[in-house]
């Protein structure tokens, strides 16, 4: 069974840094790979996803991500962040196509300070 | 609009009362689930199916039925709610032929049992 990692609980920003959250999968095979967020008092979002090709992912709200298969890593990065970015990331997986059970990770807060 | 619904929106109930969430979704998506939102422990996908009269467990379907008699609908029913079924739950939709690239959620039903 697929699993997903984020070890990163809760990160704190400040206005105009650099943001890399952490992803990483446990699945032998083929994967889909999703970045969702949820902004206070609200449902969730597709922020990307990453089904096959171009490893690295483009986004909404200029936020991407990269997957390295070498290291199971489906990382999400925005060069920099506004407060209105403050919200709760997942990351998700999908192992096979036809498999349609999405295993998400356990969430990152993200707090960023004006 | 495209929308997924879920009702009641907050639910307080006692221990072995039985209850339905209502889920419905207007986009004639073939693919439904149910998560249930826990702190520190992200989503965890309850049931889900992959159209009428198909439905499959999550990671976490212990405690709960689920019934897909028409495409539009997926109740969520508790027939014996126990304190930690406690807990905030999404619905969501998504057409097959999309992906999770469509998934919709709903506004989510928050859930105390006492």
């Known amino acids: 069974a697929q699993s997903v990692s984020q070890h990163n609980h809760h990160v704190i920003l400040s206005e105009a840094a650099s943001l890399e959250l952490g992803c990483n999968y446990s699945y032998g095979g083929t994967v889909n790979l999703f970045w969702y967020v949820q902004y206070p008092g609200q449902h969730l979002q597709l922020l990307l996803k990453y089904f096959s090709g171009d490893p690295l992912v483009k986004g909404i709200k200029g936020f991407e991500a990269e997957f390295i298969k070498s290291k199971f890593s489906f990382n999400l990065r925005k060069p920099s962040v506004q407060w209105s970015d403050t919200a709760e990331y997942f990351c998700?997986?999908?192992?096979?196509?036809?498999?349609?059970?999405?295993?998400f990770g356990t969430g990152t807060r993200l707090t960023i300070i004006p | 609009e495209a929308q997924v619904t879920q009702n009641p929106r907050y639910l307080i109930t006692v221990t072995g009362k039985k209850l339905t969430v209502t889920c419905s979704q207007n986009?004639?998506?073939?693919?439904m689930s149910w998560y249930r939102q826990d702190p520190g422990l992200g989503l965890r996908q309850i049931y889900y199916s992959m159209n009428v009269e198909v439905t499959d467990k999550g990671d976490v379907p212990e405690g709960y039925k689920v019934s897909r008699k028409e495409k539009r609908n997926f109740p969520l029913i508790l027939e014996s709610p126990s304190p930690n079924q406690t807990s905030l739950y999404f619905c969501?939709?998504?057409?097959?032929?999309?992906?999770?690239?469509?998934?919709?959620f709903g506004p989510g039903t928050r859930l105390l049992v006492l």
């Open positions: 998700a997986v999908t192992a096979d196509f036809g498999n349609e059970k999405l295993t």
């Open positions: 986009m004639n998506h073939e693919y």
């Open positions: 969501a939709s998504s057409s097959l032929a999309g992906g999770y690239e469509t998934q919709y």
